[in-house]
Antibody, heavy 118, light 111 residues
Framework: QVQLQESGPGLVKPSQTLSLTCTVSGGSISSGSYYWSWIRQPAGKGLEWIGRIYTSGSTNYNPSLKSRVTISVDTSKNQFSLKLSSVTAADTAVYYC??????????WGQGTLVTVSS | QSVLTQPPSASGTPGQRVTISCSGSSSNIGSNYVYWYQQLPGTAPKLLIYRNNQRPSGVPDRFSGSKSGTSASLAISGLRSEDEADYYCAAWDDSLSGLYVFGTGTKVTVL
């Protein structure tokens, strides 16, 4: 059973870059036909898809965030990462990593709260 | 930016049937599968329904999904106290370069 765990700073200053890593255990990140996704949720609000990376390294991003987002994968560490630049308070949210299979997300990390504040 | 519209709340007494709607457009629900997620307080979402009406193993058959045109529905029959949660629909949207979109979310309360 694959498990995912987000990690990274819980506090980021405005205009800086938010960086998070998702560590995958219970299976190789490079095996199988999976996309690895990032999804976020501001407190008390709904879910927003940020983007995804395929095992080959190809990416898809939410057009509303595309200019600020980079998702990458490190197969040697069984991890994939999210970088979101020029953050503002509107980027404060719980960030989830998830494994996508057949256009759904059956496997999620527990989520990590990132607050943007000076 | 939620593109799919859901009612903000729904409620019922134990044993009742509750239905949640999800309204979209031709670029998302109208041309792609719909997925449903259950989110208990303080936890990550859990996949409840995939490909419009399929249940992952372990999901009770009290949960059922359907789709017609540009709308979809999730029904919970035999409502139980542990069903009190937020529910979200999701679908791929073919507009722009493509993206996943979610519903606005529905809070289900068991009275």
């Amino acid at each position: 059973q694959v498990q995912l765990q987000e990690s990274g700073p819980g506090l980021v200053k405005p205009s800086q870059t938010l960086s998070l890593t998702c560590t995958v255990s219970g299976g190789s990140i490079s095996s199988g036909s999976y996309y690895w996704s990032w999804i976020r949720q501001p407190a008390g609000k709904g879910l927003e898809w940020i983007g995804r990376i395929y095992t080959s390294g190809s990416t898809n991003y939410n057009p509303s965030l595309k200019s600020r987002v980079t998702i990458s994968v490190d197969t040697s560490k069984n991890q994939f990462s999210l970088k979101l630049s020029s953050v503002t308070a509107a980027d404060t949210a719980v960030y989830y990593c998830a494994r996508e299979y057949s256009s759904s997300w059956p496997s999620w990390g527990q989520g990590t709260l990132v607050t943007v504040s000076s | 930016q939620s593109v799919l519209t859901q009612p903000p709340s729904a409620s019922g007494t134990p044993g009742q049937r509750v239905t949640i709607s999800c309204s979209g457009s031709s670029s998302n629900i109208g041309s792609n599968y719909v997925y449903w997620y259950q989110q208990l307080p303080g936890t990550a979402p859990k996949l409840l329904i995939y490909r419009n009406n399929q249940r992952p193993s372990g999901v009770p058959d009290r949960f059922s999904g359907s789709k017609s045109g540009t709308s979809a529905s999730l029904a919970i029959s035999g409502l139980r106290s542990e069903d009190e949660a937020d529910y979200y629909c999701a679908a791929w949207d073919d507009s722009l370069s493509g993206l996943y979109v979610f519903g606005t979310g529905t809070k289900v309360t068991v009275l």
